[in-house]
């Protein structure tokens, strides 16, 4: 008896656990049906013909929403105008890219594929200066790759297999 209490009380303090973290960030996100907890809207979606579901929704909300998949919320933008709107007008807002938490552990958002944000212009600027100051796109670069190959294999063969 004892056992099912405390395991109800778990149960319970996780569900408003799961309630107050979803309504703490909902105050900077765009309007949308209210989520379950730890399911989100997964339910209130139809699996076979999601953009079905989307346009329902986009009638309540409008052509900007939030959906909770899970506990992760997602911005929806329905429609020409909406997305129109947000790459041409907001672009520079809407230039991220999403975070992938293993990628961020292991490579601390460096390297040029996953970095985003300022650091990924500053990596992007100086790469392309990099490649720019090599010779990228005239003739002259291919020259200095067959040098240096030249180079490599004379040295190789200086070696005599050691």
């Given amino acids: 008896m004892d056992l099912a209490v405390a395991l109800v009380l778990c149960l319970c303090s996780l569900l408003l656990l799961s309630l ?6 909902r ?3 765009p309007p949308g049906p209210t989520p379950l907890p730890i399911l989100g809207n ?11 579901s989307l346009t329902n929704l986009s ?10 998949f899970g506990m992760k919320p997602m911005v929806v933008l329905h429609g020409y105008e909406a997305v129109k709107e947000a790459l041409t007008d907001l672009g520079e ?15 601390k958002g460096h390297g040029i594929i996953f970095s985003n944000g300022k650091r990924w212009k500053e990596t992007r600027r100086f790469s392309l200066m ?9 003739r002259t670069i291919e020259d200095r790759v067959q040098e240096e190959a030249r180079c490599l294999v004379e040295e190789l063969r200086k070696t005599n297999g050691g």
């Fill in 27 to 29: 105050g900077k996100l």
């Fill in 59 to 68: 009638k309540v909300y409008g052509p900007v929403f939030t959906l909770y």
């Fill in 42 to 52: 997964i339910l209130q979606l139809d699996v076979k013909d999601i953009s079905k």
């Fill in 20 to 25: 107050w973290k979803q309504s703490s960030g």
């Fill in 130 to 138: 990099t490649l720019r100051n090599l010779g990228m796109g005239k």
């Fill in 93 to 107: 807002e809407f230039s991220g890219r999403g975070c992938l938490p293993v990628n961020e552990k292991v490579r």
